[in-house]
């Protein structure tokens, strides 16, 4: 299986900053990746396909860069909606798709 | 607009079979020959994809539970469905269905998911 590990677990900022995640894969992908948010009791939302490309409706505070095997996710300009937790998502082979662990970003 | 609605049992008893189905709404599930998945996620913790499969049928899963799961399709429904045999506790989670575009597709729609117990 292709492992993916985001960094950090967990991120603390506050409204108005700008911040990264970051996912490494295990072996290359290319730019096999996608990220998701999730809100608390809720079903994953995509936010970004092909490592960089964003989905419709998503804010361009929102952008997704890297290829191989690091990426990362920036939001810039911090809303009150964006605290939640984050995940990547490898799909460069469907034997199996995975995930990363998730980050999640809390206010400080 | 697309909407995918999980149904099945909240409860199950170990070693027993779960049966979980997809409701597809807003659009054909044989049109545009989409994918559609199952993915989990325990308590807590984070997301594991289980299976996929063609909306002319074509299932491939997760070969951590392959041995376990089975999928298909009823197109005369809108419907998909998930079985899982043999069931323990570690099989607790919220379990959601989801639409992927090609084999190489993100997981772009998602239904509200449920959670299925696994406890005696």
């Known amino acids: 299986d292709i492992q993916m590990t985001q960094s950090p677990s967990t991120l603390s900022a506050s409204i108005g900053d700008r911040v990264t995640i970051t996912c490494r894969a295990s072996?290359?992908?290319?730019?096999?990746l996608a990220w998701y948010q999730q809100q608390p009791g809720k079903a994953p939302k995509l936010l970004v396909y092909?490592?960089?490309n964003l989905e419709g409706g998503v804010p361009s505070r929102f952008s997704g860069t890297g290829s191989g095997t690091e990426f990362t996710l920036t939001i810039g300009n911090l809303q009150a909606e964006d605290f939640a937790t984050y995940y990547c998502?490898?799909?460069?082979?469907?034997?199996?798709?995975?995930f990363g662990q998730g980050t999640r970003l809390e206010i400080k | 607009q697309l909407q995918l609605q999980e149904s099945g049992p909240g409860l199950v008893k170990p070693s027993e079979t779960l049966s979980l189905i997809c409701t597809v709404s807003?659009?054909?599930?044989?049109?545009?020959?989409?994918?559609w998945g199952w993915i989990r996620q325990p308590p807590g913790k984070g997301l594991e994809w289980i299976g996929s499969?063609?909306?002319?049928?074509?299932?491939f899963s997760n070969p951590s539970l392959k041995t376990r799961v089975a999928m298909s399709v009823d197109t005369s429904k809108n419907q998909f469905s998930l079985t899982l045999y043999s069931l323990t506790a570690a099989d607790t989670a919220v379990y959601y269905c989801?639409?992927?575009?090609?084999?190489?597709?993100?997981?772009?729609?998602w239904g509200l998911g449920t959670l299925v117990t696994v406890s005696s």
């Open positions: 499969l063609y909306s002319s049928g074509s299932p």
């Open positions: 072996q290359s992908i290319g730019t096999w």
């Open positions: 807003g659009d054909s599930i044989s049109s545009n020959n989409f994918y």
């Open positions: 998502q490898q799909y460069e082979t469907y034997s199996p798709y995975t």
């Open positions: 989801a639409r992927h575009m090609s084999i190489r597709g993100v997981f772009d729609f």
């Open positions: 092909r490592a960089s």
